[in-house]
């Protein structure tokens, strides 16, 4: 990997400030990253599924673009 002197001064700061080596920091961020993405998928799976019944439990909520009312977006 290839850092500017400043983004290596970032990494290695940051490496210290949660008392690690930089080549453990390093691979922490790399699983750490696997898992927040592994999260949001999950995530926007869950949301997708309850998207219809939050719609109909709050019909307010919805955004008039999206309303099969036949009204029209401002």
């Known amino acids: 990997m290839t850092f500017t002197d400043e983004e ?25 990253e696997m898992h927040r993405k592994r999260f949001v998928a999950g995530a926007t799976s869950w949301a997708d599924k309850l998207h219809a019944e939050f719609d109909e439990a709050f019909p307010d909520e919805v955004p008039p673009s999206q309303r099969g009312d036949g009204v029209a977006a401002a």
Request: aromatic share 4%.
């Open 8 to 32: 290596m001064e970032g990494v290695r700061a940051a490496a210290s400030a949660e008392g690690k080596s930089l080549k453990q920091y390093m691979h922490d961020l790399g699983v750490r």
